[in-house]
């Protein structure tokens, strides 16, 4: 017996996760040479602080342009404050932590920061080592975020890209998302330009 369609908001959550699911392995399973045996992209666990922030670290000496020149002020952050935002992430709604796992070390991560009165949720912070990029570790990062984004019913998921970073572009444009004509002066580098990216959901 087949039943009819059921749209989104009548789907219920386990399915809606299933479909997430099963879309992520589509996705790894479409970089069959170059995906990492144990990579996996997964949520942040509330013990991982330490290694948050060994990650945010490492994110911001590689890309200070796209993340934000905060390097030496994050880096005086103590250990509390990060095992406070890795705890924040478990037991709250409004916030998501994504990271990528090869097995060993963490080596790429995402968030996500969710506005329930507009319906949007923002992608925020992906990066990747550049060991790992060129594998779909990128795009994976992204996929949990979606996926979390629809859990929530969110309408909409936006994100700033620096208007001369074509990689970033060209990545976020595979997973679905449009430009949407608005730009604005990045906030950390007011000589630079990003532009508004979105992808209903």
């Known amino acids: 017996m087949t039943a009819g369609p059921i749209s989104a908001e009548g789907a219920p959550r386990a399915a809606r996760q299933g479909a997430a699911a099963a879309a992520l392995r589509r996705l790894q399973q ?14 942040l ?20 342009r796209e993340l934000g020149r905060f390097f030496d002020e994050e880096a005086a952050f103590p250990s509390s404050y990060w095992r406070a935002f890795a705890e924040d992430i478990q037991v709250g709604d409004r916030r998501v932590g994504v990271v990528a796992d ?62 001369d970073a074509p990689a970033a572009a060209a990545l976020y444009a595979s997973c679905g998302f449009v430009e949407t004509g608005v730009h604005q002066a990045v906030p950390h580098s007011p000589g630079q330009t990003e532009k508004l990216l979105v992808r209903l959901t």
């Open 30 to 43: 479409s970089y069959p040479l170059g995906w990492p045996p144990r990579m996996k992209a997964r949520r």
């Open 45 to 64: 666990r509330r013990d991982e602080g330490d290694q948050l922030r060994e990650l945010r670290l490492r994110a911001l000496a590689d890309a200070p």
């Open 102 to 163: 090869d097995g060993e070390r963490l080596v790429g991560m995402v968030g996500g920061d969710w506005e329930e009165q507009s319906g949007r949720v923002h992608l925020v912070a992906l990066w990747v080592e550049p060991s790992s990029r060129g594998k779909g570790v990128g795009k994976a990062l992204v996929a949990e975020v979606l996926a979390w984004a629809r859990q929530r019913q969110a309408q909409r998921v936006e994100l700033w890209v620096v208007d």
